[in-house]
């Protein structure tokens, strides 16, 4: 099961053509390979800085563009931010990201953004910065300051880009993502289901994440919430059954990936995250609202985690640590996959 970087178009769909068991069981299977079975990264997502952004993204509520019912706010205090991450650690996120309204941030903002991510990071959390695009400059610098992770999301296909944004190019995306990477950052990309794109357009964002040099280390699928006042408020339903196809085939192409489900999620039923789950998502926004959008209520989410006997991740181990419990884990699932070679894992019930 290697990493691969030369997927085609053609390979994703005969994969989403596939019977849905089938595709299904192939996803678990890759996903109890790379990934520690049963858990689930925890991440709470906060917006910053809210509204006015000069950017057209037919999606988004927060453009200056379209008339919605969000406010404007300017960017947040520290203090209020830090308060934030403080009270998601205390209900069980593990990383928290903070989202700013930009097209990208500027000079007299970098010193509050350095001391945003410091002050998470004391607190023993990940931290995540999106922001918009960024120069190879503010990305060292960020980099500098502690930042673990940036979130820059291709959205869809590059086929499909301009019916979606078009004040600002693919290619502006694919640097910004180049200059996070380069100054040593994780990368945190995915896309959006939805918006009226064809199943080539996302065949087509999964070829570009996984194709990327280094696989983002966070791969957020969205499913579209449509916003009155924003261009897609009567965008067509996404079939349950093709946002969950889509989960397993970002989980067989991006194996080491963690596959979170972001935006959509409260829309979504038990039995519908349950099957993405079983699919290969292993990460969840976590919170009452993502930037500007709402999300399930925590209580529903870890009571959800308690039917399917699913752990929320901890920051606590270190990698080395982490990697060989994962190989313990796999020996101990090949000797029970032989049950009577080795009677002291049979008896036990291992």
């Known amino acids: 099961m290697e990493v691969r970087h030369d997927w085609t178009v053609a390979e994703v769909q ?48 927060q453009s200056a563009h379209y008339r919605t019912d969000v406010d404007k706010e300017r960017l947040m205090e520290v203090e209020r931010v830090l308060d934030a991450a403080q009270k998601a650690k205390a209900s069980g996120s593990t990383r928290f990201c903070m989202g700013a309204a930009w097209k990208n941030p ?128 009567s965008a067509e339903d996404v079939d349950p059954f093709d946002f969950i196809r889509l989960i397993a085939v970002a989980r067989i192409m991006m194996p080491q990936s963690a596959v979170r489900l972001s935006a959509g999620r409260e829309q979504m039923n038990e039995q519908m995250q349950t099957l993405c789950f079983m699919a290969g998502a292993n990460s969840i926004f976590y919170g009452c609202k993502l930037l500007t959008t709402p999300n399930p209520a925590e209580d529903s989410d870890m009571q959800l985690f308690r039917k399917l006997g699913i752990n929320r991740q901890q920051v606590v181990q270190k990698p080395d640590e982490i990697q060989e419990n994962e190989l313990l884990d796999r020996v101990v699932e090949r000797v029970a996959a032989r049950p009577g070679k080795d009677d002291l894992f049979y008896e036990a019930g291992i």
């Not at 989403?16 to 089938?22: I, Q, S, V, W, Y």
């Not at 299977?29 to 000069?54: D, E, F, M």
């Not at 023993?124 to 060292?140: R, Y």
């Open 14 to 61: 005969s994969l989403l053509n596939k019977p849905f068991m089938d595709l299904l069981f192939e996803a678990q299977q890759v996903h109890r390979h790379y990934q520690p079975h049963n858990y689930v990264q925890v991440s709470t997502l906060l917006s910053i800085k809210t509204g006015a952004c000069p950017e057209d993204c037919k999606y988004c509520p």
């Open 106 to 233: 500027k000079a007299r903002d970098m010193p509050l953004l350095k001391e945003m991510i410091s002050g998470v990071k004391d607190m023993g959390l990940e931290t995540c910065m999106t922001l918009g695009m960024l120069t190879a400059e503010q990305a060292q610098e960020l980099a500098h300051a502690g930042l673990d992770y940036y979130n820059h999301n291709l959205d869809t296909s590059p086929e499909f880009y301009g019916n979606i944004i078009t004040t600002r190019t693919y290619q502006d995306r694919l640097d910004t993502l180049a200059h996070v990477r380069d100054a040593g950052m994780k990368i945190c990309s995915g896309g959006i289901i939805g918006m009226g794109e064809s199943t080539d357009d996302r065949a087509g964002l999964l070829v570009e994440l996984a194709n990327l040099p280094t696989q983002p280390e966070s791969v957020p699928i969205n499913m579209l919430v449509k916003v009155k006042g924003t261009p897609l408020e």
